[in-house]
């Protein structure tokens, strides 16, 4: 992978860092074997933990079903009664008040909680099954209907938020509160990371054209909370700079970046003889890392060797920065490359109102991309071990948010329950699990919690939910808490 | 006894002998067993608690859990040592199991009589004796003669005292965050005395203002500061008047227990001062919501539990956010002395959702230091500038009569625009503002609803007739791209327009537009449908007004008194499509509709009260009349435009000072009249609320609120820092060593419960503590005191033996290195380059970032969606001013480890990870900063004969402003090289210097050969990357 010739690299500090390290931390009786240095480096979090705590020799516990997951997060919380819930029998019942036997008494947002009125607003897409397994999906969807037998629906999501900052934090993080380390940082502190010159968690963000003024994301969603930084997600951006700093200044060639980093390493050498000090051979390895990132992530972020093909199935978007469907084919090229987690947010799903016309824009954006990136990632072997994950912070309520005409709604929060669907990684291909009562508003069976999402997610990753943990403020940390049930069921 | 470790223990030596309870025992039970043998009632198994020693030890029927010097006895014994899975304690399906040792300790403990302990950290602070110095005799620092302590039972050595100029060096970052300049250095290398004149350079630090600062910053990080208000919206706050009361606090050496009285409860004092309100702020800086569809109860008791949470953390070093739904698992918190202390902050005027406007009530205006000359200069200049306005309007009495006699034909006429100048204005969804604008005009402002009706209220001084109305829709700055909306692109569908008088509406006849949008007609906002309605499709026309005329079915006659209401209806499902900024005219006359587009806009305008005016019959008031007619014509007359003009200025610039001289900041503030009650919430549910509970403190402190205090906050500060409150000075000191050291006597400065780590040098943390109450809570005396010890004066070097031993340097036994704290790397570069504006205080600033990071995320009704960095002086600030936003904060900073600011942080931890390495190479801040280091550099140093010792002397020079020592002759030898090599690639590629050298908007000095500056540059950056410019050591 090293792309230098330079004279400096040949006697590369990378090995010298490396048993440096294992003998500052103790790791090198971990058997680790060959593993990455940025993942060995990575480990720092863990080795650190105090001696009652797990062992960074403990991860993965067992043999990962997941060794790449790709979460295409939709945020917003995109409507299940639209998209994947059918309710024919709603129909009958247009704007008829919400019984309170369903509602029971559920705290609304307070968009609506002062209206008169509950009215039912029945979806005005039609639904049909798909694939051999029957999969109920909507005409909003059609490319998601031709992979529908690779798909495991959940219907029974549930969560505890009602307004979307506490709910996509929770969701990212297993806490309403700020401050907690985000799912992928989980995973690269567990997991270190499986290649030598791309970061362990990447996110990309874009914006739907559904709903363009939309809700919006934070850094903390990604972040590493009270995990050392280096865990946090890394941007690749829609525009300027791949990743923040990545490129040199101008009037900086990369032959002076080079030599630049030659030097550097020779002086930060005769730094370290002189003190001795251990994180300066470190830092002599990330500034090479840091030489290589500059020529990796052009080359992961250039789509110019993708045949044509690719864009067909991807769709003309792909080829735009900053689009979803770019942000697709990139999360495939970047598993490819050793990308151990890819997380996608995509904005525009919160639709109060006009959801009809809104929702289609959305769907516009996503539907065909997320469908090729399963096929896609199917046709090159990689489905088997790559988990995909779509879905967002809660779903939407049957009864219409402001007026209800005969094509026209809008819906609210709603976080009894909503479908996420997961695809490959040791899931269940061509499942549908749960169900929702007649006005999808509770789940009458199979119910399964964000935290048991998270707990499955972690499983499939090979990891044990309850054993990965991190102590601050005198506590373990989880990212289920105390929380969590492995969804077996949906387990192949 | 088995307690072999492969690297030091951080507690005291275990020696052979007696287990003790707090430093061996504790630590287990609290870890295995407390989960559900504790303090949490809800979560307690088997009826055992063994977190107290009565209840432990009690006798069962026939058995005992632990019966004391009989081990063979002891239930407990028993089931830790049991193959029996039923009987087996921890439970084997358990994710935290005893070790082989720890079992053995506990057996130990037992077979030793099981003596109990209180919890080290709750027991008082006593001044223990200083260790006997030994041969050192007297001489010994304290501090020195327990580290030595220590280190002698270890076996170990100090290290030799650091070299004088990287001592400088370190003392100077970790009092100021500054490092010393090359001056400094030299006067320090060449000073007789070394002892005294390192005492002379703390002395001085100390007395820095940039000590202030240098402290603040990581008080900023504890006190959850930032210049947004976070959650979903992140509006800008100000919160900046409370930051620079900490600068000065800090400057002025404030008490600690002052600094902490005036903090938690300023409001509280007698007769409060200005500043000791504003330090009060300190609790309001938690994050503060304002998400639509959010209930104000849920987050109103957020922020309360954040001030508990934050409160224990910075004072007692305790982790109490832990009993907010439960009792505490493992300190002997219960979940009722959680919200006894929650009732401490519950009693606030405020609500959730608040956080739209810069500050959110209870909050106060503050009157910024240093405008007082700057105000009475403006103010002299708009005086002088009115009178010449006046001068000249005397000269042109012709052209007013002139102009009068027209204006009187208009008005009789009827065929003019009357604007209506500042009509009342509301809206249907709370948080929207109005702001009139000199022209008449109105500005959409505040919250941004996804719908809305826009009422006007015109009343009518005097009779009139209306028979036509126009609107007009006028962009601004402040509204999406210029342009006229607050909408994702600027255009807005105005669904329906309305007028009405008591008498009922009023009906139109007709409606016309210098544009419509195909599709969306004017005349669809008379048309009764709320669906539909005029927009204008603003991305084919940027920046363009826009106007439409409405002319009534019959004429009104309107009496003078009369009102007349006109409602602009946005109620499409498009969002947030509304005008930004719309000014409203009527006309008398009853021309065709269409014939009012080619009427003039200036004077053929004509305002209600001149209109007014020139139909004044009344001798006794016509003398009025004539003065607001000239008042009218001074301002409009095309012959007074410039002197108008230089008065407008003059009033722009006083007004724009008068706003800057203010600031407002939200305080604390109790509620009048009966408190809000405070309850239990079960699962720390805000909807949940169980019994109820009165303002309290923990029991387990021993300490309970002194006689006499009231229950209030200020009651809670004053125990807080209270000699006999066992937590508050350990916990201070501690963040202080660890502010110097890395790490603190306590590895876990969160955390001082049972779960946290204990002390390595017990004694001295007490010593410490006992010295800073002693000294009044002198925090100047005390770190003076740290930093003149050896302990701290110590080489860095590290021997890879001890490092083995000791890898956090826990012992001491070597002087701290770690790479620099963030703010500290940007600001040594900007330091070194000689581009640090050295400047207390003020609002935040905006240096370099990367474009888009705000825009990927922010939402477009939020007021932080674009990022524009600052010109000139605000570039280079020091990191503490950097403008802080809380969902998107400044990734150079992040990257380096620096706090998020959601929440209360007091740990440090450090990184090294590839993308810092991108930061200093490749962020502007750094490649400018290499730039005009090399070109203060080059500017400076005289071209002296023969090339290589020019060049020596040139890498000298740039090795000195960010290294103390001096370089090696391999070191030397390394940067000319690459001095040569660069000159060499960038004399071939003349167009790659120019490059080089244009980063950053500080001037390139103009003399200087830009191939020779590039060079120097890329030298200059590599110092700025080297491991020892990073790093503290």
Known sequence: MNSSSHPAFQESVLHQTRREFFSRTGAASLGLGTAALWSLLSREGLAATTSSGPQPASFPNFAPRAKRIIYLCQSGAPSQIDLFDPKPAMRDRFNEDLPDSIRQGQRLTTMTSGQARFPVAPTIFQFKKHGQSGADISELLPHTATV????????????????????????????????????????????????????????????????????????????????????????????????????????????????????????????????????????????????????SVPEVVDLSDEPESTFRLYGPNARKRGHYAYNCLLA?????????????????????????????GQCADTDQPSAALVADLKQRGLLEDTLVIWGGEFGRTIYSQGDLTADNYGRDHHPKCFTLWMAGGGVKAGLTYGQTDDYSYNIVENPVHVHDLNATILHLAGIDHKRLIYRYQGRDFRLTDVHGNIVRDILR | MALVLATVDASPAAEPGPVRFNRDVLPILSDKCFQCHGPDSASRKGDLRLDREAEAKLPRDGYAIIAPGKPDESELVHRIHTTEADDRMPPPEEVKQLTPAEAEILTTWIAQGAPWEVHWAFQPVHRPEIPDAGAAGGDLHPIDAFIRQRLAEEGLHPAAPADPATLLRRVALDLTGLPPTPAEVAAFLAAPDRKAAYAAAVDRLLDSPRFGERMTWDWLEAARYADTHGYQKDNVRTMWAWRDWVIDAYNRNLPFDQFTIEQLAGDLLPNPSTAQLVATGFNRNHRINAEAGSIDEEFRVEYVIDRVDTTATIWLGLTAGCARCHDHKFDPLSQKEYYALYAFFNNIQEKGSDGVQPVAAPSIEVSVPGYEKSLRQARAALQNADKQLSKDAAALDSAFQDWKAKIATLVASGNFWTVLSSPKVTGTSSGSTFTPLPDGSVLFGGANPLNDVHAVEVNFPASARVSAIRLEALPDASLTDGSLARSFDGNFLLSGFEAETKAGPVSFSHAEADFSQPGHDIRQTIDGNPLTGWAVDVAQHPGETRTAWFSLKEPLEMAAGETLTLRLRYESREEQFIIGRFRLSMMAGSGPVASFAAGSRDLSEVPLEIAGALSIPDKATKQDAELVLRDYFHEHAPELTAARQRRDAARDRLSQLEEAATTQVMVMSEMSGKPRETHVLNRGQYDQPGETVAPGVPEALGLSLPEGEPHNRLGLAHWLVNPENPLTARVAVNRLWQMLFGVGLVKTPEDFGFQGARPSHPELLDWLAATYMDSGWDTKALLKQIVTSQTYQQSSAIDPALLARDPDNQLFARGPRYRLPAPMLRDQALFAAGLLKEELGGPPVKPYQPPGLWESVAGVNSNTIHYEPDHGGRLYRRTLYTFWKRSVPPPNLILFDAASRDACAVKRTTTNSPLQALVTLNDPTYAEAARVLAQTVLSASAKKAGPNESDDALVAALWQRTQARAPSPKETQILRNALNRERKRYAAHPALAAERIRIGEFPIGEDLDPVELAACTEVAALLLNLDSTLTKH
């Open chain 1, 148 to 295: 529908a037998d690779d798909l495991c629906f959940i219907r029974g999501m549930h969560t505890e938020a009602i307004n979307h900052d506490p709910a996509i934090t929770f969701l990212q993080t297993g806490a309403q509160q700020a401050g907690r380390p985000s799912l992928g940082a989980w995973l690269s502190y567990g997991l270190g990371s499986a290649n030598d010159d791309l970061p362990a968690f990447v996110v990309m963000l874009s914006r739907g054209s559904g709903r363009p003024n939309c809700q919006p994301l934070y850094d903390r969603l990604w972040g590493s909370g009270f995990l050392p930084s280096r865990h946090q997600g890394v941007k690749f951006l829609g525009s300027g700079d791949p990743v923040l700093y990545l490129n040199n200044p101008p009037g900086v060639a990369p032959e002076a970046r080079r030599d630049a980093i030659a030097d550097l390493s020779a002086l930060n050498r005769l730094e370290y003889k002189r003190q001795q000090d251990p994180e300066t051979l470190t830092r002599i390895a990330q500034y090479e890392m840091a030489f290589r990132m500059q020529t």
């Open chain 1, 332 to 360: 495939r090229r970047l598993v490819e490359r050793g990308v151990r987690f890819v997380q996608l947010f995509h904005m525009g799903w919160d639709q109060h109102n006009a959801l009809p016309k809104q929702i289609r």
